[in-house]
């Protein structure tokens, strides 16, 4: 069999042409511009239909294969001016062109005047990058006191929902579907002389699920417990039937605590509400203080429960696994969040977590603000 046919090699000129269109398209992205794969892959065809030779003809090539809104024009000319500077070839690396060009930064915060390097007779680019992005992904116990700041009114811009479930009450019905409302079909019937000309229909209606949130506050979930506990607070002032608990070698009800709407004096009455904040783990005898006192008697029946814990516990992992074998029978589901499955290599090994693992329906991170949007999805399921 003839080998298949893979077309001429590529020459030396063509990989150079491939760097000079990957690093224009990568001076492009890192000054804020959406360059999509395909995209470039247009600007390279144009190239090889138009050569490299006229640097006007090449401007405008780009401009018709790499943007695709007016109001980039005025970016793209600044980084094609920056890039292609003088008529020798392009630099190969963006190194080089950071060397040629003034670079000023703007974080998108308050408005101000982008932060500018030092002045140069070349051309200027101004980059774009949203704090918040970086944010998003660092972990809490890596952050500053003022990225930990900036993280808490991220959270408090979260929106809460949660799933629903039908009620006994029932409202009337939109679709011509459910059970038939005699009382109304008899009522509109009398506007008809007697004929049933529409018949009426109603069904259950459906109303939010509790959510209970558990937080474990022991020595070892130090550094996520204050960073978690603003989440806390934001379900708890953020949507209606939600219930918060401390564990740690005692559980603590924080519901009216954080019920304010000052988050600051919410996180204060909370930590002064718990006596073993930063203290030992009992995380079984903590569930069975909640089975008891609250979860089994109801308002952990058809709830959504959150658990917030590393799951290190120096309690009999046995009470553990009967507690939450309880707690998943009455619940509607159980989601563990762990800030310390995001770890490299981690394994549920500690004697809590792997002895409540079974019983749980959803096992995700919690280190960071994106996971705790994660969170906030997977309560809305």
């Keep these: 069999?003839?080998?298949?046919d893979l077309g001429p090699p590529r020459s030396a000129e063509h990989a150079a042409v491939d760097r000079i269109v990957g690093g224009f398209v990568a001076a492009l992205r890192g000054a804020g511009l959406d360059v999509p794969v395909g995209s470039a892959i247009a600007f390279r065809r144009a190239l090889d239909a138009v050569g490299l030779d006229d640097r006007t003809t090449v401007f405008w090539a780009g401009r018709a294969t790499l943007l695709h809104r007016p109001?980039?024009?005025?970016?793209y000319d600044a980084v094609f001016a920056a890039y292609w500077l003088d008529t020798d070839p392009a630099p190969a690396t963006i190194e080089e062109i950071v060397e040629q060009v003034t670079l000023a930064v703007d974080d998108g915060g308050d408005g101000a005047e982008p932060d500018e390097a030092e002045e140069s007779d070349g051309p200027t680019i101004t980059l774009r990058y949203s704090p918040h992005e970086v944010l998003g992904?660092?972990?809490?116990?890596?952050?500053?006191?003022d990225e930990l700041a900036e993280a808490h009114r991220m959270m408090a811009a979260m929106k809460m929902a949660t799933s629903v479930r039908p009620s006994r009450r029932l409202v009337a019905s939109k679709r011509s579907r459910g059970a038939p409302d005699l009382r109304r079909t008899v009522?509109?019937?009398?506007?008809?002389?007697?004929?049933?000309?529409?018949?009426?229909?109603?069904?259950?209606?459906?109303q939010p699920r509790r959510l209970v949130l558990l937080l474990d506050v022991s020595g070892s979930m130090e550094a996520y417990a204050r960073a978690l506990l603003r989440f806390v607070h934001v379900a708890v002032v953020g949507r209606r039937r939600v219930e918060a608990f401390a564990m740690g070698t005692r559980l603590s009800r924080l519901t009216r605590e954080l019920s304010s709407r000052d988050p600051d004096e919410a996180v204060r009455a909370a930590a002064a509400a718990v006596d073993d904040w930063s203290g030992g783990t009992r995380l079984g005898a903590s569930l069975r203080a909640f089975n008891d006192g609250w979860g089994v008697r109801g308002m952990a029946r058809g709830a959504v429960v959150v658990i917030l814990s590393d799951g290190w516990d120096r309690g009999d992992p046995d009470e553990m696994?009967?507690?939450?074998?309880?707690l998943q029978r009455v619940a509607y589901r159980v989601v563990w969040v762990n800030?310390?499955?995001?770890?490299p290599g981690y394994a549920p090994l500690a004697q809590g977590m792997a002895a409540a693992l079974p019983y749980v329906d959803e096992?995700?991170?919690g280190h960071s603000v994106n996971s705790l949007e994660e969170l906030g999805r997977v309560i809305a399921a």
Excluded: N, Y
């Design 321 to 326: 696994a009967e507690q939450m074998a309880r």
């Design 363 to 365: 096992f995700i991170e």
């Design 339 to 343: 800030p310390l499955k995001a770890s």
């Design 187 to 206: 009522r509109s019937s009398l506007r008809a002389q007697g004929e049933p000309v529409r018949r009426w229909f109603h069904e259950p209606a459906r």
């Design 137 to 145: 992904d660092k972990d809490f116990a890596d952050c500053s006191l």
């Design 1 to 4: 069999m003839a080998p298949t």
């Design 71 to 75: 109001e980039d024009h005025d970016l």
